[in-house]
């Protein structure tokens, strides 16, 4: 009785008993992958191939190169040249580049704290709150990010505009002197921060606020009632509660809302190009403003900037691996 229905079920989805493919599902099968692995050569490894390959030649399209793809010739190969040049060299792309760095890690290490710490409270309150409301709010905080980076750029670069924008007007009507400018001046400075540095987190803050809450709100609904139940029971207060029940919890969650932020903030390119453009004083100057000016703006070596992305991709994938070496641990609750 089990082998007839186990055959007709075989029979039914077209294969063999076994499991193997029929001869006409294979030929299906290779028709269907065959625009996917072409679109994966094209867009995904030839641009990787390309990149490294380019890193090690000192490569600008506005000299005439060999015959495989402009290399050699007036673009010659220099080895790892490029990347020596970027952490040794004195030329200004290089020093440039070396700042970068440093401003990149800054702005990741005020982004992040900033951005998972302050969604995941925001992400408690929004769960309490009235079932009716609490779309609304989801949505509301939520907007930001699925608004377009350059639309947001744009509100912002009003909000911060100098004298008259509103964070100025706002400044005045408290009775308080606003900076001269709150994008260009370089000798705004706290903490050794500059206050160019400074705003653009604010805007990266704004914009990620309503991702990571979602994130938080995913994780508070998948939290066992009855554990906050027998704490109330026990005694334990609302912060009691939060902190002993919650967050220990929501361990995996903050984890992955933190390295998927860091990653974030590293590859962050549109905040900076329109609001500072790496100003004043290359004071918000990041890596991937560093390739894209090296690429396309002075068109000196596409190489280094080729070099630079490498840099930039090492970074990402060691991040990457220690995201999953953190988060195999089981879990369970």
Do not use: C
Request: zero cysteines; a positive charge; glycine letters at 6%.
């Amino acid at each position: 009785m089990l082998a007839s229905v186990k055959n007709l079920f075989l029979q039914a989805i077209g294969t063999h008993e076994g499991g193997r493919l029929t001869a006409h599902q294979r030929r299906f099968a290779v028709l269907g992958l065959i625009p996917i692995l072409i679109w994966v050569f094209v867009f995904v490894l030839f641009p990787i191939f390309w990149v490294v390959l380019m890193s090690l030649f000192s490569y600008t399209p506005i000299r005439e190169g060999g015959w495989f793809l402009g290399l050699g010739g007036n673009n010659p190969f220099v080895g790892l040249g490029n990347y020596i040049e970027l952490f040794t060299g004195m030329t200004k792309s290089a020093r440039i580049f070396r700042q970068s760095i440093g401003n990149t890690f800054l702005f990741s290490l005020l982004a992040v704290p900033l951005s998972v710490f302050t969604a995941l409270p925001m992400a408690v309150v929004l769960e309490s709150v009235h079932q009716r409301v609490k779309s609304f709010f989801r949505f509301v905080y939520f907007l930001p990010v699925i608004t377009g980076s350059v639309a947001v750029t744009i509100i912002w670069q009003y909000v911060y505009a100098p004298n008259w924008g509103l964070l100025s007007e706002l400044f005045k009507f408290l009775g308080l002197t606003p900076p001269r400018s709150w994008l260009s001046d370089p000798t705004q400075v706290y903490f050794g921060i500059s206050l160019a540095m400074i705003a653009v987190t604010v805007v990266y803050v704004w914009v990620t606020f309503g991702y990571n809450t979602l994130l938080f709100i995913a994780a508070l609904q998948g939290v066992p009632t009855i554990l906050r139940e027998a704490a109330r029971i026990d005694g334990a207060n609302a912060w009691q509660e939060f902190w002993l029940i919650i967050m220990p919890l929501l361990r995996r969650t903050i984890l992955l809302a933190s390295v998927l932020t860091v990653i974030s903030t590293l590859q962050q390119f549109v905040l900076f190009q329109l609001l500072t453009r790496g100003g004043p004083a290359y004071q918000t100057q990041t890596i991937l403003l560093s390739v894209y000016q090296n690429a396309f703006v002075y068109a000196e070596n596409m190489g280094m900037a080729a070099a630079m992305s490498i840099f930039l991709f090492l970074i990402l994938f060691v991040l990457t691996v220690i995201q999953f070496r953190l988060l195999r641990t089981e879990w369970e609750y």
